[in-house]
């Protein structure tokens, strides 16, 4: 994203590499031009003890908690939580989840939350927990999937989220 607030458009000559201003290379992005990457989508300083209850007071048997652990530091934690506003994930996330951030620091902050609900180690982030009401991670064997979210693009999200619906 450019100083004004707009996408910057990639090179269509193959094989060159384009930094954002924010240092994510847009080279690596599956498609840059779907996605507006935050620079701070992590709250460094909340509560996060307090936005866990606070989110897990909403879910009922349709909505779901989407609870994303990663840091502000982190380039695909970045380009995940640009893909949630993204039109096609914002309108499948608006009746089926509840989203939170929870911010790990470089693994050395609010580990307790994954420990909460039964995820010992953190292998990389971002890392994506699916909870059900009764506090059931949906996703287990899947939580890292999304480390790689440069690799990837909303409609793989979109794709990823939909598989949780039905459970």
Known sequence: MGPSGKLIEVSPIKN????????????????????????????????????????????TSKKKLLLILGG??????RVLAGMLKNNSVQALLKDNYVVEHIDVGRFDKNLHIPKRFGIEK???????????????????????????????NPEDFSFYL???LEG
Not at 19 to 40: A, C, H, M, Q, W
Not at 123 to 151: C, H, Q
């Open 122 to 152: 953190l292998y990389g982030v971002p890392t994506v927990l699916i909870i059900d009401k009764e506090e059931n991670v949906m996703n287990t064997p899947f939580i890292s999937d999304w480390t790689t979210a440069r690799a990837k």
């Open 72 to 77: 502000n530091w982190c380039p695909d934690c």
């Open 162 to 164: 939909s598989k949780w």
């Open 16 to 59: 060159l590499e384009v930094v954002t201003p924010d240092g994510i290379t847009s080279f690596y992005l599956k498609n840059p031009k779907s996605i507006v990457v935050p620079r701070e989508p992590y709250d460094e300083n909340a509560d996060a003890d307090l936005l866990i209850t606070q989110a897990l007071s909403k879910l």
